[in-house]
């Protein structure tokens, strides 16, 4: 029987992504999204891109939890990816608990209708937020986590400790996850921490669709390339660093798409090591502000309009990953050329444009 997956928050930039490589994978899809963030342009594109016109979309929202419960009792489901959550970290200073409420409830009513319906296995989507300023890069798994610098950050805690907790705890009900009874059992889990997840589709027909002004380098790239922006402010050039520009590890959304379907098959097929694991997904590369404006002017053939700013509050020196782990219990590793996965930023920004 084809195994199905349940995708929260599956019609945004990530999930959508993700939706589309499941499908192409032999997974079934149900796609839950309550389009507080989004509208259905993505979900159209996955039906384009793939063809199927019968993918399941369910309009919910996972913060009320007869919704969540009527999903479970309706498909048999074995694997959820959580991806529905508010993600603006600066929003998320001035509205704490709309975060903390959002963020944190929806997972609660997942996790409790997971184990409820006999069990499931779920994928965290974290972030390498909660790894917060250190000195010893690349981090790997091991790397202590720092106190979160924003309540979104404290939610990718808190949400990757609930899950951990709710493994050992549902433990008691059996090894085998058996979807769809009305018993409770098992959950399984991976906490995935993405990097700095960009670019889009190569057919162009779903990407990142930031509402408003961009907080995110990429989109705000795009966003000024096609004239929306004046101009992009490069946010210190004082920092540490060859160039004076901060680090990241930039990791492309089709890359990650992937190794979701990677996470879900570990889980599926039972190759799990331990009930609750936590990988990287980065490149391993670390790539300043500067060198990636540099490197979308080039592969593009466009001049951005920049100018340095100061520093930006609460943004780190540096950070990548170690993706070893990812490599060798995933089979996963980044595919892409970052020059490739700009290029796609922009083609998307193009298809918005209608050019
Ligand atoms: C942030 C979040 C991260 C989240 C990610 C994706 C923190 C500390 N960071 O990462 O958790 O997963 O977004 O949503 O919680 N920059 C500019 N000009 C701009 C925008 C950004 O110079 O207009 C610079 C920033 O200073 C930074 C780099 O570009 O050095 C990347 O910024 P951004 O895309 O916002 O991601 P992060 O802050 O790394």
Known sequence: MMKRVLVSGGAGYIGSHVTVELLQAGYDVVVADNLSNCDLTCFEGVKKITGRNDIPFEKIDCCERDAVDRLFSEFRIDAVIHFAAFKAVGESV???????????????????????????????????????????????????????????????????DILRDTVMATAAYGTEVMSGLDKPGPVKGISLRYFNPIGAHPSALIGE?????????????????????????????????????????????????????????????????????????????????????????????IKLNYRFAPRRAGDITAIWADPAKAEKKLGWKAQRTVEETLASAWAWEKHLAGK
């Open 209 to 301: 669709l930031p509402r408003g002004v961009p907080n995110n380098l990429v989109p705000y790239i795009t966003q000024t390339a096609i004239g929306k922006r004046e101009c992009l402010s490069i946010f210190g050039n004082d920092y540490p660093t060859q160039d004076g520009t901060c680090l990241r590890d930039y990791i492309d959304v089709v890359d990650l798409a992937k190794a979701h379907v990677a996470a879900v098959s570990r889980m599926t097929d039972g190759r799990m090591e331990d009930g609750y694991e936590i990988f990287n997904i980065g490149t391993g590369r670390p790539v300043s502000v500067l060198e990636l404006v540099n490197t979308f002017e080039k592969v593009n053939n």
């Open 94 to 160: 001035a509205e704490p608990l709309k975060y903390y409420r959002n963020n944190l409830l929806s997972f609660l009513n997942i996790l409790e209708a997971a184990s409820a319906h006999g069990g499931c296995n779920v994928l965290f989507s974290s972030s390498a937020t909660v790894y917060g300023e250190t000195d010893r890069l690349p981090v790997t798994e091991e790397s202590p986590r720092q106190p979160a610098t924003s309540p979104y950050g404290n939610t990718k805690q808190m949400c990757e």
